[in-house]
């Protein structure tokens, strides 16, 4: 039964095949437009993917060796997302899957995250910890069953990629900033600068505990201290400056996954999302997985940032379980996971 899925929802253009286990292709088309101006600009965006969307979905056809009439369902993201990006794949599977005759199934993007580390073998089976850390989202979920999701903590403010992004920005850095941020991090020293952490007042005792996230005030942090700095002293200091941010948002997230595995019966801890690409970061949860002895996993950076993989297998579940969605299937870009 192989499946058609769509990721058209912020700037990636994707297509992915799977059939049973088998993940037949994987197609990305990264928007780089957006590098121009520091951040993705929603409008240049939903162009990009009308452009791209027919050649992203033959590429994934062809690498699969299949025509279009082989497919046997059409998933595509739904929401969260821009809602104009959302609009062209969510049309363009709606009119594929017609000429086909075969079901649709709308997919929540942030469920898509949550099965990236299930698109290979070995993934964690609930109930586990997934930290979805990306540019758009930090939320900390708890999965007791696949389909079944409690949100225990989300950003307050920036997500943790916003943050790596302005902060990058700020330290004259190319968007996306978070490769740029870990790459100069690498050369600096993480205990220069004592950069805040913010402490918010998480009930942490209840059925109702809350592992809420704020990184707006580390970001302005950051900005007051290179703003009383001279371009010299901000050259030498550059290095530093990225590593002891980075070494507080890692610590703010660290804290707070500890702090839920500690309240949640969990056999493991899940990280997914752009974000969770940074080495220091996994490091460091690997640490707190051997502290705390739960199993970390995260799926290779490729499956990190946004891709239709993770959609189809998402879909898969949802598929196998009876799940359809009507052809007047309309995009929700404020769509919540739980
Ligand atoms: O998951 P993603 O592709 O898109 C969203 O759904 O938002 O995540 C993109 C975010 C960007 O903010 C980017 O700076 C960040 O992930 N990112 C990283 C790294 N690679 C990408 N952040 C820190 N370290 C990295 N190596
Ligand atoms: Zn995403």
């Not at 698109?119 to 079944?148: Q, Y």
């Not at 950003?155 to 992004?165: K, R, S, V």
Request: contains cysteine; aromatic residues 6%; hydrophobic residues 45%.
């Amino acid at each position: 039964m192989p499946l058609l899925a769509i990721e058209t929802s912020c700037d990636e253009t994707a297509a992915a095949v799977m059939h049973g286990a088998q993940l037949l292709s994987n197609t990305i088309a990264t928007q780089e437009i957006h590098q121009l101006y520091g951040g993705v600009v929603p409008e240049l965006a939903s162009r990009a993917h009308v452009q791209r969307i027919v050649p992203i979905v033959s590429k994934a056809l062809s690498q699969a060796h299949l025509t279009p009439n082989a497919i046997d369902a059409v998933a595509v993201t739904y929401g969260p997302g821009l809602i104009g990006s959302l609009l062209i794949g969510v049309s363009f599977a709606k009119g594929l899957a017609l000429q086909l005759g075969v079901p649709l199934l709308g997919v929540n993007h942030m469920e898509g995250h949550l099965f990236s580390t299930n698109i290979k073998p070995d993934g964690p089976e609930p109930p586990f910890l997934s930290l979805i850390i990306s540019g758009g989202h930090t939320i900390l979920t708890h999965v007791r069953a696949w389909g079944e999701y409690r949100i225990l903590g989300q950003t307050q403010d920036d997500a943790a990629g916003e943050a790596f992004d302005k902060v990058a920005k700020i330290l004259g850095l190319p968007y996306p900033g978070g490769p740029a941020v870990e790459k100069l991090a690498v050369t600096g020293n993480a205990q220069a600068i004592d950069f805040p952490q913010a402490r918010l007042k998480n009930a942490t005792n209840s059925a109702t505990a809350r592992f809420d996230f704020s990184f707006s005030g580390l970001k302005t942090a950051v900005l007051y201290y290179v703003k009383k700095l001279s371009a010299d002293e901000l050259d030498k200091q550059r290095a530093d400056i990225a590593a002891s941010f980075q070494n507080a948002l890692i610590n703010a997230l660290i804290e707070n996954v500890r702090s839920a595995y500690e309240q949640s019966p969990a056999r493991a801890v899940a990280l997914a999302g752009g974000v969770a690409c940074n080495k220091t970061l996994r490091q460091a949860f690997l640490k707190l997985g051997g502290q705390c002895g739960f199993q970390l996993h995260f799926p290779e950076p490729i499956f990190c940032t946004d891709n239709a993989a993770m959609i189809a297998r998402a879909a898969q579940f949802h598929l196998a379980n009876g799940k359809r969605s009507p052809l007047s299937l309309a995009p929700d870009p404020g769509l919540v996971l739980a």
